[in-house]
Each structure stands twice: as structure tokens, then as C-alpha cells.
């Protein structure tokens, strides 16, 4: 199981960009998925998960400007990005729960995809 993240780049203040993550391999099914962040000496933080029904949660400094979705047929969640601030630049990383063919719920995380916000 492989989770690809793509999307990344770099992005002015006030700007948008779109990130995707999709899943391959073998696997049952996809249960929650999210987005975490890690800024430069910082510890790994959440940014957005989804439920495999559509339950959202995004951490305070995000609400309002960012939106996480998912696809189930493509096996994608993305994340929209609005009004990105300088604090937003960190690497993104992609986060899955999903059933492997043993039926066992096993998490897989993506490699990670740089934003950077500058001017």
C-alpha cells in the first residue's frame, strides 16, 4: 500500500494551491484520512482529517481557509488551501487508515510534499 501525495510547490501570501493524496496497492478499504504538517523544528501537527463518511475536522489555525475532501471511487483525499499565510509552510503529509486484505486497520503515511509561502 502506497499513499502518493502531489501538489506541493511554492505559493505568494494570499495564495491557493490544491494537494492530493491517492491511495494504491491492495487493500479492503480506506477508513479516516487526513493531512498533518511539519514546520522546521517543529513537532508533526494535524491539519484535516475526513471519515470514511465524510466527517471533517481541521485544527484552529486552518479553519475557514482550508477544506478537506475525498474521493472514494479515485481513492484520493485533497486538500484545498485558501488564503495561505507564511505559517503555513511546512511539509504536508498524507495520512490513511485502511483495511489491508488480512482485514487488519493498519496507518500509512505518504512522503511528504513541501509548501512554502513566501513573497
Known amino acids: 500500500v502506497q499513499l502518493v501525495e502531489s501538489g506541493g510547490g511554492l505559493v505568494q501570501p494570499g495564495g491557493f494551491l490544491r494537494l492530493s493524496c491517492a491511495a494504491s496497492?491492495?487493500?479492503?478499504?480506506?477508513?479516516?484520512m487526513g493531512w498533518y504538517r511539519q514546520a522546521p523544528g517543529k513537532q508533526r501537527e494535524l491539519v484535516a482529517t475526513?471519515?470514511?463518511?465524510?466527517?471533517?475536522n481541521y485544527a484552529d489555525s486552518v479553519k475557514g481557509r482550508f477544506t478537506i475532501s475525498r474521493a472514494n471511487a479515485t481513492k484520493t483525499v485533497f486538500l484545498q488551501m485558501n488564503s495561505l499565510k507564511p505559517e503555513d509552510t511546512a511539509v504536508y503529509y498524507c495520512?490513511?487508515?485502511?483495511?489491508?486484505?488480512?482485514?487488519?486497520?493498519?496507518?500509512?503515511w505518504g512522503q511528504g510534499t513541501q509548501i512554502t509561502v513566501s513573497s
Open positions: 496497492g491492495t487493500f479492503v478499504s480506506i477508513n479516516a
Open positions: 475526513i471519515t470514511s463518511i465524510g466527517t471533517t
Open positions: 495520512k490513511g487508515s485502511l483495511r489491508d486484505s488480512d482485514y487488519v486497520l493498519r496507518v500509512y
